[in-house]
């Protein structure tokens, strides 16, 4: 009951750091009042997904967020991703529809995975599908080095847009994200930031996201300021999951306080939210929750339970199967592929795959947050 208590806190707190405005839009997509039937569903699906997470039950749950890789590839060559490594490829606007057009009950899209989404010529009519015709939330994180017109950024139905950044110190920015420059990126920040307001939206979101390291722990403050100077919305520092030497080790306990210390410092001018580290933050506790609420679907068609670098680097690890979107037979894999998933959720907490076993994430402390601010 505690539990269930704090849960509603932490849900009834990130109600009141959003605006008005947005959370019209978030309400409006998520059940959307000329779908009465899809809304149905949608509340439906969160229902069970809640009771499949808290008590490890087997039911017949879908997705409620689905990562979809829309670039392969990227113009960066980052030290924890090197996506600038792969051929760029990119995923057919068609091969996209039919995809989304499985899981009615997704309201949430991420589009981009492991690679650099504005790469694609066909992203922003994607946006536009999926959040018209989908009811969906859009989002994509970027590196802002090529980012279209800021006008038709702004006004293509993406829900939010990340751009990341893990230091204002232009050489380190540039050590970290090789062939990246930060000049370049912060002036499309603020370009897309100074459109927003000229149009005078309150969406997208515009949100900073940096990769939190002991090698970055230092650069966290200046993050968080030069964000309230440019304008942004939110800085959201994400755990770094493995060690990429020599700038970027994982950070311990002792920079996980660091961080939690600076969100309260500057609680009252933005919001600042931290995610995954398993000693608490803004990530729910207990058992990993992306295993019953996500689907990451990579270019190729491979489909797994959770977003992490392990679908990256060792796919064949945790792929739940593949599927074809432009074949006929792609209902029927999706089908298959969801069923594996109940399967795999059912027993992850008792029987963790290996991949699960060594991920920060699988489960995490109840409300550190609190032992900490006492
Ligand atoms: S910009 Fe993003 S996708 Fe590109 S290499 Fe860096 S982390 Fe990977
Ligand atoms: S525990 Fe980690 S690897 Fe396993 S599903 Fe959750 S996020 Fe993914």
């Given at each position: 009951m505690a539990n269930f208590f704090h849960i509603a806190l932490f849900i009834i707190r990130k109600l009141f750091l959003i605006d008005f405005e947005r959370a019209l839009f978030i309400a409006s997509q998520i059940f959307p009042p000329s779908q009465p039937e899809l809304s149905l569903r949608r509340m439906k699906n969160f229902f069970l997904t809640y009771f499949v997470w808290k008590f490890g039950v087997k039911l017949p749950v879908k997705p409620i967020v689905l990562q979809i890789e829309s670039v392969r590839g990227c113009n960066f060559n980052c030290v924890?991703?090197?996506?600038?490594?792969f051929e760029t490829r990119t995923m057919k606007f068609e091969e996209f529809k039919k995809i989304i057009s499985e899981f009615p009950e997704a309201c949430v899209v991420i589009m981009n995975f492991a690679g650099e989404p504005f790469l694609s010529k066909d992203l922003l009519r994607m946006v536009r599908y999926a959040s018209d015709e989908r009811k969906m939330l859009v989002t994509t994180f970027s590196n802002f080095s090529i980012l279209p017109d800021p006008g038709k950024v702004i006004e293509s139905g993406l829900y939010e847009i990340i751009a990341s950044i893990d230091t204002f110190d232009r050489e380190k920015f540039s050590r970290i994200r090789e062939k990246g420059n930060l000049d370049v990126v912060v002036e499309n920040l603020k370009r897309l930031v100074l459109e927003r307001k000229v149009r005078g939206k309150k969406i997208p979101v515009i949100s900073i996201s940096a990769v939190f390291s002991r090698g970055t722990r230092e650069d966290a403050e200046g993050i968080i300021e030069n964000a309230i100077k440019i304008g942004v919305d939110r800085v959201k520092f994400q755990r770094l999951f493995f060690s990429a030497p020599p700038h970027l080790h994982i950070p311990t306990k002792d920079d996980f306080v660091h961080l939690f210390y600076l969100k309260q410092k500057y609680r009252n001018k933005i919001d600042v939210r931290i995610y995954n580290f398993e000693w608490g933050g803004d990530s729910m506790p207990g058992f990993c929750y992306l295993a019953s609420s996500m689907l990451t679907i990579d270019l190729f068609g491979n489909v797994f339970p959770c977003c992490t670098p392990y679908a990256i680097f060792e796919p064949h690890k945790s792929s739940l199967g593949i599927i074809h979107p432009s074949e006929q037979r792609l209902s029927e894999e999706v089908s298959d592929i969801l069923r594996r998933r109940a399967e795999f959720i059912s027993k992850m907490r008792n029987a963790p795959p290996e991949f699960c076993r060594l991920c920060p994430l699988f489960k995490r402390e109840k409300w550190a947050n609190q032992k900490i601010k006492n």
């Open positions: 924890m991703c090197r996506a600038g490594q």
